[in-house]
């Protein structure tokens, strides 16, 4: 009998690991559902972060989700099936809005003398054309309207005298090439008074970006007074690299991000790149122009150049919501028959804003999700209690 009682109990032992170990097996464990990596065999928070952990099954070994119509319609998951075809992106290149030297004059004296009355007295003011800017006094001038005069009496004593005729037209024209217009000979010639001062208008409407004379200064001929600027127009510059030069050529059309008003892109035609490298650098300058509608951006403002580049040829694309990153690389989600999501990892080539280029993971023809792809993401930590990547082999 008590041979007979050693068995029952040795079977009896065997059982009970068994039953301790399916016992273990059916035990329910707990996850963050923002920090997989915390697993707890009860409820309670997460250490991390103090959400409320969730349950999940961690014997559940399928990769895959599925789903109902009525979850997929309520999280918004829709599809597409991926195909070949190029493309675009933009090079980023740093840039600055600067003055258009076509659009600037140079004010100087057409007489050496005194400035004997400056109009405009600080830089900044915006000025018109014909606005008078200065009024000087020259001796050299007042010479040149007596030796006129002279001229001018000389002819009407001897009138039939080709001379004099001669000596009177070449006095009148040093008088126009000091800028004494016919109404001021006209007038010299009846008040028979010579006017040593003569006051210059603006040639060109601008503004006075520099002045380099005040008043009571003597200037020579030629000399500078001011200098005025039209900003209705300015030169975008750019610098690259004589690398990412060899993408541009004149005549190419340009996106120009200025900062302050990035919902107002403009275009620009590239009309300049200089083969010259930069004194001290290794860039090279492009250039082009753009309109500037009421003188709102200055000179100097930093902008951004967006220069399209192309694929080489045709590449497998998606939105680039569809694509998800984090710690463990980089996945889309496939969608299978009857509601089933299952995540795959990737590699990811060129990227614009709205597309990235996918270089490994899919072929054409694969169905991929494009909205609703964090949510299944979430979806699957709050199920598995692990990030659908992990355990998966790097690409």
């Not at 099936?81 to 740093?94: D, I, P």
């Not at 007038?187 to 004379?213: D, F, I, M, R």
């Not at 200089?274 to 009421?294: A, D, Y």
């Not at 497998?316 to 999501?341: C, E, M, Q, Y």
Request: glycine share 8%; charged share 20%; aromatic share 8%.
């Amino acid at each position: 009998m008590a041979v007979a009682f050693v068995p029952a109990v040795f079977f009896a032992a065997c059982k009970e690991p068994g039953k301790k170990q399916v016992a273990e097996e059916k035990k329910q464990t707990y996850t963050c559902p923002m920090h997989p990596q915390i697993v707890q065999d009860k409820p309670g928070t997460c250490p991390i972060c103090g959400m409320d952990l969730v349950p999940f099954d961690k014997n559940n070994k399928d990769a895959s989700l599925t789903l109902s119509e009525s979850q997929i319609a309520l999280a918004n998951i829709t599809t597409m099936v991926v195909g070949s075809g190029a493309l675009s992106n933009f090079k980023q290149l740093n840039g600055r809005l600067v003055t258009d030297p076509e659009k600037s004059a140079v004010i100087s004296s057409r007489v050496p003398g005194r400035i004997e009355v400056l109009y405009i007295k600080e830089t900044g003011v915006k000025v018109n054309k014909g606005q008078p800017l200065y009024k000087i006094y020259s001796e050299q001038l007042a010479s040149l309207q007596q030796e006129y005069l002279l001229a001018v009496a000389q002819t009407r004593q001897f009138p039939d005298d080709t001379r004099f005729q001669q000596i009177e037209k070449a006095a009148r024209q040093k008088l126009v090439l000091y800028d004494q217009s016919d109404a001021e000979i006209n007038h010299l010639v009846q008040s028979q008074k010579v006017n040593p001062y003569v006051t210059y208008p603006a040639t060109v409407s601008g503004v006075v970006s520099e002045l380099t004379a005040s008043e009571g200064q003597y200037v020579a001929e030629g000399g500078a007074v001011m200098r005025l600027e039209g900003y209705n127009q300015l030169w975008v510059e750019a610098d690259v690299y004589p690398a990412e030069a060899s993408a541009i050529h004149i005549g190419q059309s340009v996106k120009v991000i200025i900062a302050g008003w990035e919902n107002e892109p403009q275009t620009m035609t590239v009309q300049f790149v200089n083969p010259v490298l930069q004194s001290g650098s290794q860039l090279m300058q492009i250039r082009g122009s753009i309109t500037n509608p009421g003188d709102r951006w200055q000179p100097g403002l930093q902008v951004n150049i967006l220069l399209p580049v192309k694929s080489k040829g045709d590449v497998l694309s998606l939105p680039v919501n569809a694509v998800i990153r984090d710690g463990k690389g980089t996945h889309v989600w496939i969608g299978k028959a009857r509601g089933k999501f299952e995540p795959r990892m990737v590699k990811t080539g060129m990227e614009n804003f709205d597309a990235v280029e996918i270089t490994d993971g899919l072929k054409a023809g694969d169905t991929v999700v494009i909205t609703g792809t964090y949510l299944l993401y979430s979806e699957y930590i709050l199920k598995k209690g692990a990030d659908p990547m992990a355990g998966m082999p790097g690409m």
